[in-house]
């Protein structure tokens, strides 16, 4: 791999450890936000019905988050260890 190669890898790389990271953050905010989306489409939802779907949403963000952060970060330290074996 080139050094251009590996740069745009460490930013490539930064960029998905940052939106992972802001999505375990915030994964509270979307899930409401995306079971609100889901209940205005909906007549009538019981509240059980409701908050399985605000938990599901949660979950979801938190294992999206989880894998970008995770992934991310392995690549970064791969990265930067090629980085270090190049020179």
Do not use: C, P, Q, R
């Not at 995306?34 to 938990?55: F, G, I, Q, R």
């Amino acid at each position: 791999m080139t050094k251009d190669n590996l740069k745009g890898l460490i930013v490539l790389s930064s960029l998905m450890t940052v939106i992972g990271l802001v999505l375990l953050f915030v994964s509270v905010n979307f899930g409401i936000f995306l079971a609100d989306n889901w209940l205005a489409n909906e007549d009538w939802v019981d509240t059980s019905k409701y908050l399985m779907v605000v938990e599901g949403s949660i979950n979801i963000l938190l294992t999206v988050g989880g894998i970008l952060f995770g992934v991310g970060l392995a690549a970064i330290i791969f990265t930067y260890y090629k980085i270090l074996n190049n020179k």
